[in-house]
């Protein structure tokens, strides 16, 4: 199993351009989430999925879009980018809280991307 | 508002040693997690804690639960180089997220 995968790595935006993070699980997992790590920080929640064409938002939600089309895929959309959203971006994923088979009751995370905006 | 407080966030201690990392939360929780990230790397969980008196161990690290005192404790014995890292704790919110802690940045010096 691949796990979660995020796609880019690393990326250089200008001000003012779009880009989209990608982030595909293949465990099957019903909840997947977008965290941002700014340096020295903790990880504040974007925005978050309980399932296919089901999203909310999280604490820091402005300048983003995302969208649950499939179990697997949770891209995250930047419109406009700015300096304040240079950071580290985390995708995760979870499987069910009840212990039923299969269950992870922790995230699963991809390894990151890291945005610079200049 | 759930709130998650480490202390301390930055540690330094001498190989060999032990110390004690706290994280205490503001609301009603019975999920902990502990987390640890190298420098420029995602996060490894550590830990899971699932109910008020939960004990895990996992070589030097000794993890804790106190769903009572809304504390949990993540213990470090005979520190060794390896385990510098930062370390997160997390609690599970009602909207099936987990809020984080700041984190507490480790360096195990020789």
């Known amino acids: 199993n691949a796990g979660v995968t995020q796609t880019p790595k690393f990326r250089i935006l200008k001000i003012g351009q779009s880009m989209t993070l990608q982030c595909t699980q293949d465990m099957n997992h019903n909840y997947m989430y977008w965290y941002r790590q700014d340096p020295g920080m903790g990880l504040k929640l974007i925005y978050y999925?309980?399932?296919?064409?089901?999203?909310d938002k999280g604490e820091v939600p402005n300048g983003y879009n995302v969208s649950r089309s499939t179990t697997e895929d949770f891209p995250l959309r930047l419109e406009l980018a700015a300096p304040s959203q240079t950071s580290v971006y985390f995708c995760?994923?979870?499987?069910?809280?009840?212990?039923?088979?299969?269950?992870?009751?922790?995230?699963?995370f991809g390894s990151g991307t890291r945005l610079t905006v200049v | 508002e759930l709130k998650v407080e480490q202390n301390p966030l930055f540690l330094s201690m001498q190989e060999g040693k032990n110390y004690t990392i706290y994280c205490n939360y503001s609301t009603t929780s019975d999920r902990l997690y502990w987390y640890r990230q190298d420098p420029g790397k995602s996060l490894e969980s550590l830990f899971v804690l699932l109910s008020n008196g939960a004990v895990k161990q996992e070589g030097r690290l000794m993890a804790s639960l106190d769903t009572k005192a809304r504390l949990s404790t993540l213990h470090i014995t005979a520190a060794v180089h390896d385990l510098s890292a930062t370390y997160f704790c997390?609690?599970?919110?009602?909207?099936?997220?987990?809020?984080f802690g700041a984190g507490t940045r480790l360096t195990v010096k020789p």
């Open positions: 997390a609690v599970d919110r009602s909207n099936n997220d987990m809020r």
């Open positions: 995760a994923s979870r499987g069910p809280k009840d212990g039923s088979p299969g269950g992870n009751y922790g995230y699963t």
């Open positions: 999925s309980v399932g296919a064409g089901i999203t």
